[in-house]
């Protein structure tokens, strides 16, 4: 297992490169973009240059209907007690900014791990507790927390086509042990784990944004794993 951390910028910058390169490096060929909705992370050009076979996955279809024409969709729950009609035998299920929304974190990767066959992978960004904007995201009021992120975020402009969802941050982590055990347990092979420290939140906010910056830079160089503010995982079904 390799662990590792890094500056946030760089989960924003690479989750792209991050991801198509793990395709191609383990030519992984059927597979399953969960919470894709309205922006589906991979383009079409992508798929048909190395002739996947590609699933966008949502729970909503308002948000599917966004999706532009040409990518296969389905709505449906991961969390769902039936997933029979999700699909089978993926050789990489993924997410990008949706395993905050999930309201029962064990379910969703319990589920993930029956979709995928033998060997089949698993790719997940998403932002992470104990950082002090997604700490307060979950506890202050969802009124509150839309319109407080709204005003302060630079990040977000990376909603895309659609609004703010409420926020759970179940198995929200970084790479603590008890994060690490739990995948493991659930019958996962953890091969990666990448915490990021940092956020662009209080960017325009002076002192506190100062003091954002000096905090990250000693997280870089003494790691707490409790304290990232995203994380990339990387699993493996056994």
């Known amino acids: 297992m390799e662990i590792t951390y890094k500056h946030h910028q760089e989960a924003w910058n690479n989750h792209y490169s991050y991801l198509t390169d793990l395709i191609i490096r383990k030519n992984l060929k059927k597979i399953c973009e969960i919470g894709g909705g309205a922006n589906p992370l991979l383009p079409l050009s992508f798929i048909e240059q190395h002739d996947l076979e590609y699933v966008v996955l949502d729970v909503s279809a308002e948000e599917l209907s966004k999706a532009p024409e040409g990518y296969s969709k389905v709505m449906g729950d991961i ?128 002192m506190l944004h100062w003091i954002s910056n000096l905090t990250t830079r000693l997280l870089l160089k003494y790691p707490i794993a409790r304290l990232t503010s995203y994380s990339y995982v990387v699993l493996t079904k056994i």
């Open 79 to 206: 969390t769902s007690d039936n997933i029979d009609h999700l699909g089978k035998d993926y050789d990489l299920i993924f997410s990008k900014m949706l395993a905050e929304h999930v309201m029962h974190g064990i379910t969703f990767h319990q589920n993930i791990k029956q979709l995928l066959k033998p060997g089949g992978m698993a790719f997940h960004f998403f932002p992470t507790l104990y950082s002090l904007p997604f700490t307060l995201n979950k506890i202050v009021p969802e009124s509150f927390s839309l319109k407080l992120l709204s005003y302060i975020s630079k990040e977000r402009n990376n909603m895309g086509n659609h609004g703010k969802f409420p926020a759970y941050y179940s198995m929200c982590y970084g790479p603590t042990k008890k994060q690490i055990n739990i995948l493991q347990q659930l019958g996962y092979r953890v091969d990666a784990y990448t915490g990021f420290f940092g956020h662009d939140y209080f960017k325009n906010m002076g």
